[in-house]
């Protein structure tokens, strides 16, 4: 069940944390303080707080001028503000590898409520062709955690944290919420592999569940990190089972699914069903809705392992 | 107007045309279109590195330096040929510029001793001098964060956020330095897209503003001064200056000059200089 906000809150809860305990953390947001819930860290370090309006370039070059002086920086705007930051990002912490983190939140279809302009669906997409710049999409507030608490010691360059809708919580293994170039395997499986990050790594897990119920044998990967890849999870998902079929709540053209199909077409050629927001604007509308509209909800995921079961036996 | 330094005037303006014939001689070998831009900078780059800025060549990355971040990437060569001079960098030749296995890149490189980060195009240098400054205010530091910047990025929307930002936050620190030398790739800038006018517009968003002749030393190290003793307010130098200034034949005709300096342009550029008194 999604608590609304969770991952949110775990956002603004951590940031508090880590300014505590990272004297070095500064953190920089494009207008959206209270939504982001980035005003936790504002409200108890303001000094080490700085608002710049809605100007994403403008957060990410000042961002970039901190970590030229010794700062870890946690930069905050929407998933459509991330896409309008690409340049600053690309020339500026990529460029000259600086610890800017900058985190795109309500991004995805979370945004489904403010209509198709605001729904950031290729950020992701952007930011992965960016060299040097680590993308990821964590899946539910007990991750976000996790990457923020990495995020905050790696010093060694620029991460893009895509933050999504809040779809619920997902069991955790007894793996870390988060290895950096690992993919988390929460479910093994001899059958087919479902590939998912962000939140529709929620409903991968329900539709292995389910899948489960009928006799098919689901491994589910958690790709936290879209870049890089955990290439050898994924070769062996693909020499493994019948194939993989990706969900992410984003577009299907440059995302997740993209990234595992130019690995595996290199190194272990399968067949791959991408399942995403299919190459479409959205609508302004409930974020469920909205995800099952681009099919991204339970049933559909199934159908999908379906076809590629049958396209293998047939 | 009385001269404030003779001597240290002097000093000055012997190491920008000693500048001067440097460029010169790299660009007649490097490639590199636009040769103007740089010598229009020439005197701000001599003013900033060689009096203004705190700053320590055997330590280029001394905690409590100044800052300055170059906008326009058409000074590099003028920047290389300052950081060569002032001893930052050596062993380099400056009429490698743009070659792929230079350290001399076409735009500067943070890998360079003595430039703060890899600008390539316009927009972002007040950002991050915005945020230099921020850093140091939070650390309690008093060194100063300039941007040096071309008129091309006050035609970017993304520095006048940095101009808000600045002026929002108080930042008494930042310090921009407009080369306006009247040209961008395309021809006038009047013609283009006018900034004028200029200086209303900078103090209309909070800032001083000073007007100096960009050629003009002790115009410049007054303005510099004049900026530095400001504390609450951020504070811009439009300096005016006259593209390819030094080569009589190119001085402020951008459009027909645009062509990279030759082998041919040598000998009359360097008696060109010799004749010119700022």
């Known amino acids: ?314 | 107007m009385e001269t404030r330094n003779p001597q240290e005037t002097q000093r000055l303006k012997a190491i920008a045309l000693d500048l001067r014939r440097r460029m010169v001689d790299a660009l007649t070998r490097a490639s590199t279109s636009y040769p103007g831009d740089s010598l229009s900078a020439v005197e701000i780059l001599t003013a900033l590195y060689f009096h203004e800025l705190r700053a320590n060549a055997r330590d280029p990355r001394w905690s409590e330096r100044d800052r300055l971040v170059l906008g326009n990437r058409r000074l590099a060569p003028a920047l290389y040929a300052v950081l060569e001079k002032a001893e930052f960098i050596e062993d380099v030749d400056l009429g490698s510029f743009g070659d792929l296995e230079s350290p001399l890149e076409s735009h500067p490189r943070r890998s360079l001793p003595g430039v703060e980060a890899s600008i390539g195009r316009p927009g972002h240098a007040l950002s991050l001098a915005n945020g230099m400054a921020l850093a140091a205010r939070m650390d309690g530091k008093t060194h100063r964060c300039y941007a040096l910047l071309g008129e091309e990025d006050l035609q970017v929307g993304s520095t006048w956020e940095a101009v808000l930002t600045a002026a929002h936050h108080g930042l008494g620190g930042v310090c921009a330095v407009v080369n306006a030398n009247g040209f961008l790739a395309d021809g006038a800038t009047a013609s283009i897209l006018s900034l004028e006018p200029l200086e209303q517009k900078w103090r209309s968003f909070g800032w001083h503003c000073l007007v100096v002749n960009g050629h003009h030393l002790d115009d410049l190290l007054r303005a510099l001064a004049v900026a530095r003793n400001l504390q609450n307010r951020p504070s811009c130098v439009i300096a005016r200056t006259v593209w390819g200034r030094g080569l009589s034949w190119l001085e402020g005709d951008a459009v027909r000059h645009a062509r990279p300096l030759g082998d041919e342009d040598r000998e009359r550029a360097l008696q060109s200089l010799d004749l010119i008194h700022c």
Not at chain 1, 269 to 278: D, I, K, S, T
Request: hydrophobic fraction near 45%; aromatic fraction near 4%.
């Open chain 1, 1 to 314: 069940m999604a608590i609304p906000f969770a991952i949110r809150d775990a956002f603004g809860r951590t940031l508090s944390r880590l300014g505590l305990s990272h004297s070095d953390l500064v953190v920089v947001d494009a207008g959206c303080a209270e939504s982001s819930r980035s005003a936790y860290f504002a409200r108890e370090f303001p000094e080490r707080f700085v608002q710049v309006g809605p100007s994403p370039e403008d957060l990410i070059d000042t961002a970039a001028g901190l970590a030229l002086c010794d700062k870890v920086v946690f930069a905050c705007t929407d998933g459509m503000g991330a896409c309008r930051a690409f340049e600053s990002m690309r020339n500026g912490p990529a460029l000259d590898r600086l610890p800017v983190v900058l985190f795109g939140l309500h991004g995805g279809l979370a945004a489904a409520g403010e209509g198709p302009a605001n729904q950031g669906l290729e950020d992701v997409a952007l930011m992965r062709a960016i060299p040097d710049l680590r993308v990821l999409v964590p899946c539910d507030a007990p991750q976000t955690e996790a990457v923020m608490e990495w995020c905050v010691e790696n010093e060694d360059g620029p991460t893009y944290v895509r933050l999504g809708r809040d779809a619920g919580v997902v069991p955790a293994t007894e793996d870390p919420l988060f290895t950096p170039g690992r993919a988390r395997l929460l479910r093994p499986g001899r059958d087919i592999c479902i590939a998912a990050c962000g939140s529709a790594l929620v409903t991968a897990m329900e539709a292995a569940e389910a899948l489960a119920a009928e006799g098919v044998d689901v491994r589910v990967l958690d790709c936290v990190g879209v870049k890089p890849l955990d290439e050898a999870a994924l070769v062996a998902a693909a020499r493994d089972t019948a194939g993989i079929v990706t969900v992410e709540e984003g577009s299907v053209v440059g995302g997740l699914g993209s990234a595992v199909c130019e690995l595996l077409a290199g190194l272990q050629p399968a067949r791959v069903r991408r399942l995403g927001v299919p190459d479409v604007f959205g609508r302004s509308g409930d974020p469920d809705a909205l995800a099952r509209r681009h099919g991204l909800h339970r049933e559909n995921v199934m159908r999908a392992v379906r076809l590629l079961l049958e396209a293998r036996s047939g």
